[in-house]
């Protein structure tokens, strides 16, 4: 079993995405070919923001977002402790200084509740994670932001394709910011990225951005870096947009068949009713999480952790904050599992994977048909 079936998911798609790779090699502009502005089109479109800018990567997106603002030296930023180290590294990486918030021990997304006490007349912006695939609570975020007249980032690394009350992820703030990493709900093969804004001099600055810096051929007008994503990777991207909506009703589907036999039974990552999740993970939050997972590999049942170690932990970070200051996502860290996940795991992979996961657990199994415990 895999823990997102990559190779299936090439095969679904093999002749488009051979064919978009082959029509790139035939007109041999690599670097800002056509399918550039062809995904940026594409992509804005599927998430209503009037701007999209393609880049090498995520982190590079967090990175050309918080340029675009002219965030630097002796900055902050309020961001969640419990996610990939990029969300942090990039602010690090400007010379401004991550602020942890705590996260909601339901969601493990960032807890709205505790950002405001950590605006200081430093703070340049917020930055919230969409984490396993679902927004944050963005609305109370924004309302936050707006009082105190600063942006939101939206690292929606993990949830392209998501909706939150109405919107799509990636256009509920001032930039979005999203990955095309292979594992993520929208994959290319290599690395990846897009920014999302609706404001017009933010994306004007962001394109100069990702092209060191210039406002036209060697005529550099601010501060770049060689942040463009190559054109055989929006080619991919491309391809794997026609299939995408029926792969986000899949991985929908394979979190239901999860949801029929977990739910009530294991404690899971919760989910609230006015939004949906792209699923880029499926979570259960356990007791014994080492032992599980131990349990389940040696039935060939692959598992991950996201993430084992909260980033003011992490030994770069550490000196940025107390140890002691988020331990809500100290408890989740321990304790987090993602199952196997993505549109090609059928309804008989799901029940293996969460059989296993209940008899790990010592939870009575449920007999064939048995809805979930109430």
Request: hydrophobic fraction near 45%.
């Amino acid at each position: 079993m895999e823990f997102i079936d990559l190779k299936a998911q090439y095969q679904a798609s093999r002749e488009l995405i051979n064919a978009r790779i082959q029509a790139v090699l035939d007109h041999g502009q690599y670097i800002m070919g056509p399918e550039v502005a062809e995904l940026e089109s594409a992509l804005a479109a599927c998430t209503g923001a009037r701007h999209c800018v393609t880049v090498s990567s995520g982190t590079e997106a967090l990175l050309i977002a918080l340029m675009a603002l002219g965030v630097g030296p002796g900055d902050e930023v309020i961001t969640t402790p419990f996610s990939f180290i990029a969300t942090a590294e990039a602010i690090v990486l400007l010379g401004a200084r991550p602020v942890f918030a705590d996260i909601n021990p339901a969601t493990c997304n960032i807890d709205p509740g505790l950002v405001e006490a950590l605006v200081t007349p430093r703070t340049r912006a917020i930055m919230p994670v969409s984490l396993y695939g679902q927004p944050a609570d963005m609305d109370e975020i924004n309302a936050i932001a707006l009082r105190h007249g600063l942006p939101v980032i939206e690292d929606a690394a993990q949830s392209f394709g998501a909706t939150y009350r109405g919107k799509k992820s990636c256009n509920l703030s001032t930039i979005g910011c999203t990955s095309f990493f292979p594992s993520k709900p929208l994959g290319c093969y290599g690395d990846g990225g897009a920014l999302f804004t609706s404001d017009d001099a933010i994306a004007a600055a962001a394109r100069e951005i990702r092209v060191h810096g210039q406002s036209r051929r060697y005529v550099h007008t601010r501060v770049g870096v060689g942040g463009r994503m190559d054109t055989l990777q929006c080619a991919v991207v491309l391809a794997k947009l026609d299939r995408f909506e029926w792969e986000l009703g899949q991985r929908q589907r394979a979190a239901a068949s999860y949801d029929a036999l977990l739910s009530g039974r294991v404690q899971l990552v919760g989910h609230a009713r006015d939004r949906s999740s792209a699923w880029a993970q499926y979570t259960v939050v356990l007791d014994e999480r080492d032992r599980v997972q131990a349990e389940l590999h040696a039935q060939g049942i692959p598992t991950a952790v996201h993430y084992p170690v909260p980033m003011h932990l992490q030994p770069a970070y550490a000196h940025l904050s107390r140890p002691d200051a988020c331990p809500v996502a100290l408890e989740m860290a321990g304790r987090v599992m993602s199952l196997p996940m993505g549109p090609y795991l059928d309804e008989a992979g799901a029940r293996k994977v969460a059989l296993a996961v209940l008899g790990a657990c010592g939870v009575a199994l449920p007999a064939a048909g048995e809805p979930a415990a109430v």
